[in-house]
């Protein structure tokens, strides 16, 4: 059974940094482009950032310059380094990523964790 899990969400005030880790586990035997995707009260899942397995990245323009993303392959993690937060970053942050698993090809997420930013 593959999953993702998330970890590394709180609550940090504005201008602080917190840092989220994804780790994929089960039956893996490879991983394909991972992402970040955050979804807002009342708004739609929006992409953060993505990472491929060979270390291309790009960004959404609202946290370009804020937000790092980078993979261990060696571990199967995806983190997500967040600086200078600010409230408009609150939300519930999903990692993401294609996992073959045996004869099977799926795309797989995190449930999810809370990002809280106040002001």
């Known amino acids: 059974q593959v999953q993702l899990v998330e970890s590394g969400g709180g609550l940090v005030q504005a201008g602080g940094s917190l840092r989220l880790s994804c780790v994929a586990s089960g039956s893996i035997f490879s991983i394909g482009t991972m992402g970040w995707y955050r979804q807002a009260p009342g708004k739609q899942r929006d992409l953060v950032a993505r990472?491929?397995?060979?270390?291309?990245?790009n960004y959404a323009d609202s946290v370009k310059g804020r937000f790092t993303i980078s993979r261990d392959s060696a571990k199967n993690t995806v983190y997500l380094q967040m600086n200078n937060l600010k409230p408009e970053d609150t939300a519930v942050y999903y990692c993401t990523a294609p996992i073959v698993s045996g004869p099977h090809y799926s795309e797989y997420w995190g449930q999810g964790t809370q990002v809280t930013v106040s002001s």
């Open positions: 990472i491929t397995n060979i270390g291309a990245t």
